[in-house]
């Protein structure tokens, strides 16, 4: 009997309502908050195992504490992610300590935020770090992709991903004309064997209702470039929540007549757990 793939979301957010115990340095598109609780509830009534856990940069900035408080709390849901300040000066001491925690899977740099350039000394060290610890290095890299693969480039021992398909993606509706407009860029990226890509936050690229039937085209080319075992799903919750609900973003990848079985048993988790070498643990 074949043993079946964990259905795993690449990207999640989770939060506390904004108190002066850990205060908001800015705002994240969706409700007061969504706890770790809200989380996983939202992923039981779907089927959903588990979840990367991106803390959010829009919020906490490099303060990654409450995502491992939730982790203490859900412990085989939740691997972790957090983003990494480029102009540290211990960049190697934080990467390598994060790697250490408990239930971290990954960091993160967020070239949308801020002027670089691929020979940015700060990011990359923390490239540089990734690879030393084993963990990979998400990159928040939409309407920078030149810089993307410079990075990838530079640092060839690094596993890099690119999150959100590598397109600027709307916060409301309606979606811009042309979401699709960097593909090209997107694809090309292929080139480099240590880059795969989270097709998170897809459905708030089409112009369409449920099941977002004009998303398929465009997303085989990037199939087909990467490979499946390249490529990862996910909602990008909280941040989809304007243009479409949880249950949307999971269905629709699992109604879809464009993806074979196989295609979408890859897709919706397994090439994640090999990525990121973690499973979620439901069994507690």
Request: one cysteine or more; glycine letters at 8%.
């Amino acid at each position: 009997m074949e043993t079946r793939n964990p259905t795993i979301d690449s990207q999640v957010h989770s939060y506390e309502r904004n108190r002066p115990e850990r205060p908001w340095i800015g705002t994240l598109r969706g409700p007061e908050e969504v706890t770790g609780d809200d989380m996983v509830a939202a992923m039981d009534a779907v089927g959903v195992d588990g979840a990367l856990l991106v803390s959010p940069y829009s919020m906490y900035r490099y303060d990654a504490s409450y995502a491992l408080e939730v982790h203490q709390k859900h412990p085989g849901r939740f691997g972790l992610i957090r983003p990494f300040d480029p102009q540290s000066e211990a960049i190697a001491d934080e990467v390598a300590e994060w790697a250490a925690t408990p239930g971290v899977v990954g960091a993160r740099i967020m070239l949308t935020y801020g002027s670089f350039e691929g020979d940015d000394p700060g990011l990359n060290q923390i490239l540089a770090a990734g690879a030393q610890a084993g963990i990979p290095v998400n990159v928040m890299g939409s309407g920078k992709l030149p810089i993307v693969r410079e990075l990838a480039r530079r640092n060839p021992e690094t596993q890099i991903v690119i999150d959100h398909v590598g397109l600027v993606q709307p916060h409301e509706p309606p979606a811009p004309p042309d979401t699709f407009a960097d593909l090209a860029d997107v694809v090309s990226l292929a080139e480099l064997d240590n880059v795969a890509i989270k097709i998170s936050g897809a459905c708030t690229l089409s112009h369409e209702p449920f099941p977002y039937t004009d998303i398929w085209a465009p997303l085989r080319k990037i199939f087909d470039a990467f490979g499946f075992d390249r490529c990862m799903w996910g909602t990008d919750w909280t941040r989809a929540i304007d243009l479409l609900t949880y249950e949307q973003g999971v269905e629709a990848f699992r109604v879809t007549d464009q993806l074979s079985d196989s295609e979408r048993s890859t897709l919706m988790g397994g090439a994640l757990t090999k990525i990121y070498k973690w499973s979620p643990d439901t069994s507690g």
